[in-house]
């Protein structure tokens, strides 16, 4: 973990009005955005399928190609906070998290696709989410049951086994609660709100992934105030960060959805 990450992860009660439950919706918004396409951008399978026809069939230089542009739009300024805008409205929500993390699910959610993963199984975008977190995290996660497994796991398993695994990680996260804390399956509903409709899996990985991204974007504004001492340097961090974080989240979608 680096150390902005991790002394963001200390800053998270100080940075914003932000909790894991708001958050853990607004992820699985970006993720059904992100697989039907919002805005500019077309769906992960559009942009697989076109992708693989500009290589020619070729899947691995499709998904070469598909790493190369999410980093290039991860990067880019201001991107990533506009079609975070295009998810939430939720003032609450810092729009760079959304939009980070529509990018994020297109972009791994585009290699499931051309490894042949089936990305309407709820099993595949769970794991589509949990690649997200990254290597160290799943990992660390998965040993302590907090995670029903890997995101090859989650996304091969039968649907009953990780539905139980996922049960078992939530027993778990339950336990390590603060008794005063407002658990995600009690939390008010607006009116229209999907949540009473998640699953074990989709509540666990959710509250995961929004966890993650809280405690990346309390990093990435201590970076950015430190950055503000050099003038210019703030705004190269959070662009670097961003496709830093992008690039890596790539390489882990490739090493978990091995071709089916």
Known sequence: MGITRSLGARLVPRAGDLAPGPVAEIVHQALDRAIRGIGPLDGARAAADKELADQGGDVEKAIDALVTTHLRLAGAEGFATNLGGLVTAAATIPANI??????????VAAIAHLRGYDVDDSRVRNAVLAT??????????????????????????????????????????????????????????GKG????????????????????????VGGKRLATFVGKRVPVIGGVIGAGSDAWATRQVGGYARAQFTRV
Do not use: F, W, Y
Not at 143 to 164: F, R
Not at 197 to 216: C, E, K, M, P, Y
């Open 132 to 189: 997200m977190m990254g290597e160290d995290a799943v990992t660390s996660l998965v040993k302590k049951g907090k995670l029903p497994g890997t995101p090859h796991q989650i996304a091969t398993l039968p649907s009953a086994e990780v539905e139980d695994r996922a049960a078992a990680a939530e027993r778990r996260l339950e336990e390590d609660r603060p008794p005063d804390a407002v658990r995600e399956v009690d939390a008010p509903r």
């Open 193 to 216: 709100s999907r949540r009473k409709s998640r699953t074990h899996l989709d509540r666990v990985v959710g509250a995961q992934v929004a966890t993650t991204l809280i405690a990346n």
């Open 98 to 107: 959304s939009g980070l993390a529509l990018l994020q699910c297109r972009m």
